[in-house]
């Protein structure tokens, strides 16, 4: 099966600190991933996606496929960034969206 | 509305009662899907919809689960007889298409008591 995994359930750090959040994915030659992020009390909304290859509120996303992850990271997190974030990927020639369990970031001040 | 909606946004039931969730998607989305969010779990794929079919109904956790789409657009999910461990975030999404953004609607918490 297709699979995604976010090892860690809670990352503390300090505002200023860099940060990387894991993602591991199980091998389908391309995979198409996605970070998505829920801040307190409002919906999951898309973060980024590998195939922009953006940086988004200083967050990017790397695919390495040596290493089958796509890590998140931040150089310097902001009290903002913390939020529970899910790495995400497409189930190969489907349109099935499958997420991790998710990772708590607390950004203390 | 232009986001994705669902409703109701919190229900309590009883245990052992049926109940209908339901999700409009952003007009146009073709592909919309279902997830259940509980502490501890993430995000759960329930099953998803391209237009009306559903080509994936492997994550429904029982019998018990159900969903359907009609006209491409409204989609609702049942849940028959239901449990306490039925109580978590049911989150509805849809999407373009592949490679696209999905948009989360902001969930129906259910409470079985």
């Known amino acids: 099966a297709q699979r995604v995994t976010q090892p860690e359930k809670l990352l503390s750090v300090f505002k200023g600190a860099p940060v990387e959040l894991k993602c591991n994915y199980s091998y389908s030659g391309s995979p198409e991933l996605f970070w998505y992020v829920q801040y307190s009390r409002q919906r999951l909304q898309l973060l980024l996606r590998h195939i922009s290859r953006e940086s988004i509120k200083g967050f990017t996303a790397d695919l390495n496929k040596g290493e089958t992850s796509f890590h998140l990271k931040k150089p310097f997190a902001q009290e903002e960034d913390s939020a529970m974030y899910y790495c995400a990927r497409k189930v190969y020639n489907t349109d099935k969206l499958i997420f991790g369990t998710g990772t708590r970031l607390q950004v203390f001040p | 509305g232009a986001g994705v909606s669902q409703s109701p946004s919190n229900k309590v039931t009883e245990k052992g009662k049926d109940v209908e969730l339901r999700c409009d998607p952003i007009?146009?989305?073709?592909?919309l899907y279902w997830y259940r969010q509980s502490l501890g779990q993430g995000l759960e794929f329930l099953i998803y919809f391209q237009g009306n079919s559903a080509p994936d109904k492997s994550g429904l956790p029982s019998d018990r689960f159900s969903a359907e789409r009609t006209g491409g657009s409204v989609s609702t999910l049942t849940i028959q007889r239901t449990q306490q461990e039925d109580s978590a975030v049911y989150l509805c999404?849809?999407?373009?298409?592949?490679?696209?953004?999905?948009?989360f609607g902001q969930g129906t918490r259910l409470t079985v008591v």
């Open positions: 999404a849809s999407s373009v298409g592949p490679l696209t953004e999905a948009f």
């Open positions: 007009s146009g989305h073709t592909a």
